[in-house]
């Protein structure tokens, strides 16, 4: 099903568009093949099946503040609009104007405790993680061998802290599987929490990180999906590319 028109556009206030302005609500968000944080939105509006306007803004170019500026003074994306000009930024606040104006969409579990451990699990990611998101950077086409990311991790200290971290977030995945039945994180619904935890799921896969049978089948699950395909699809089809994201590792770089 087609829920999102796309444009590459960095004008928010073109006349010519104002029809679909009226209508339809707008996320801004960065590349599709690094921009881990604009991609949770996206997912999870595309799984929900909410009609949503894209607009790409390529970011890590000279000009790519000061277009997200044009749209928001936080200078970061996502950013999603709402039809009646409502400016919603940060992804974890944009999850949260998604379950108050789409109630359908299920972005949080109905269940109070699954619904805290889901805000819970959103939160931490938020803001944690830190070395993880940068020594394992994120880029959803790129696939290398096992163990391979240990050589960009410069340190023995920053090895064990990106191990302690996945640790971490294999505990977390664990916790909310066990507590919610599964098959997706809350329960029987894909929520915002999985759309939160679509980047882990990609590095995870980008980096061959091994992880226990129950997170190994979740990851599986969630790469089955045809977002996800979407999502890679169009990411494959993007002209930019940065080379601070597209590293090879010595000679062991698969892609
Ligand atoms: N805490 C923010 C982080 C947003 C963020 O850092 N976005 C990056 C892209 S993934 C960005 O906009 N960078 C702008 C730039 O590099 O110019 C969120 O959760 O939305």
New binding site residues.
């Given amino acids: 099903m087609v829920t999102s028109r796309k444009f590459s556009s960095d004008k928010p206030h073109e006349p010519t568009r104002r029809a679909t302005v009226a209508v339809m609500p707008k996320l801004i968000i ?1 590349n599709k093949r690094y ?4 991609i949770r939105p996206w997912f999870f509006l595309k799984q929900a099946s909410v009609a949503f306007e894209e607009i790409v803004i390529p ?2 170019q000279p000009e ?2 000061s277009k ?1 500026k044009a749209w928001i003074d936080s ?4 950013l999603l609009v709402l039809d009646d000009g409502t400016r919603v930024w ?3 606040a944009i999850g949260e104007a998604i379950a108050e104006k789409w109630p359908e969409s299920g972005a949080w579990p109905t269940d109070f405790r699954l619904r805290a451990m889901a805000r819970s699990a959103c939160a931490e990611m ?1 803001s944690g993680f830190s070395e993880v998101r940068r020594v394992l950077t994120h880029n959803v086409m790129r696939r290398y061998a096992p163990e391979a990311w240990r050589k960009v991790a410069a340190s023995v200290e920053v090895e064990r802290a990106v191990e302690a971290e996945v640790e971490r977030l294999h505990a977390v995945l664990i916790a909310l599987l066990t507590a919610s039945g599964g098959p997706f994180l809350g329960g029987a619904r894909f929520g915002y929490v999985d759309a939160f935890f679509v980047p882990i799921v990609s590095r995870f896969a980008t980096y061959a990180i091994s992880s226990p049978d129950s997170v190994a089948a979740y990851c599986a699950r969630i790469e089955a999906l045809p977002t996800y395909a979407d999502w890679r699809n169009e990411a494959a089809a993007e002209p930019w590319r940065i080379a601070h994201y597209e590293y090879a590792i010595a000679d062991r770089d698969t892609v």
């Avoid at 921009?35 to 604009?38: I, K, L, M, R, T």
């Fill in positions: 960065g921009s881990s944080w604009s970011l890590y790519s503040a997200i200078a970061r994306v996502p940060d992804s974890l938020h």
